[in-house]
Structures are given as structure tokens and as C-alpha cells.
Nanobody, 126 residues
């Protein structure tokens, strides 16, 4: 099992930036892939970006490509999500997640991930 703690959410105007952080602790091999999902009220949870911990291969949702960047520190303990050019439609609760699956997941779904953080709210006003 791995424990995940997110931080960095907040309120920002459209066009602004935020950086989310997720600190992982626990079983190192329970987080082959880490990622960020988001869920807006009344909508399903969706994958935003993921990073394959042992190869740095990444996935981005089409809606965030070119605006968001996922990265990890050299110790593979902290994962970041740099969010630029934020839009009101980016408003959601953002969750950090980790999976034990030892291969890159090309189309990540919430069911692929077993460990979740508590979430951090991102609100973008127009």
C-alpha cells in the first residue's frame, strides 16, 4: 500500500497557473504509475495526466495537452502537476493516484488505480 498526500490547490483566474504536489509514502513498488485525476460536480472522475515511475513515460488527456505538465522528483517520491493557462472548465477536485500495475497504461481509468489521496480543490474563475 502507498499513502498519497496532495497539496497546492486553490482559486485562480482564467489564464493563471497552479502547481499541485503529491507526496507518496509506503510500499515503493505499489506505485509503478502515479497520476492525477479530477472530478467536477455531477461528472465522472477522469484521468488528467499520469507518469510511469520507472520510465517517465507520460499520458495527458486531450483537454490538457500543451497546458499541463506532470513530473516527478529524482527520488520518485513527489509527483507534480504544473497547470498553466487554466480555464474555468478545469475547475474540479484533483486527486493523486497510484497503481501497482507494472506496465504503462495508455488510457488510464480510475479502476486501474488502487491508492488515492484525499483530493485538493482547484477553482478557476472567468
Amino acid at each position: 500500500q502507498v499513502q498519497l498526500v496532495e497539496s497546492g490547490g486553490g482559486s485562480v483566474q482564467a489564464g493563471g497557473s497552479l502547481r499541485l504536489s503529491c507526496v507518496a509514502s509506503g510500499d515503493y513498488y505499489s506505485r509503478y504509475t502515479m497520476g492525477w485525476f479530477r472530478q467536477a460536480p455531477g461528472k465522472e472522475r477522469e484521468a488528467v495526466a499520469t507518469i510511469y515511475t520507472f520510465g517517465s513515460r507520460t499520458y495527458y488527456a486531450d483537454s490538457v495537452k500543451g497546458r499541463f505538465t506532470i513530473s516527478q522528483d529524482n527520488d520518485k517520491i513527489t509527483v507534480y502537476l504544473q497547470m498553466n493557462s487554466l480555464k474555468p472548465e478545469d475547475t474540479a477536485m484533483y486527486y493523486c493516484a497510484a497503481t501497482v500495475r507494472s506496465w504503462f497504461i495508455p488510457s488510464p481509468r480510475p479502476s486501474d488505480f488502487a491508492s488515492w489521496g484525499q483530493g485538493t480543490q482547484v477553482t478557476v474563475s472567468s
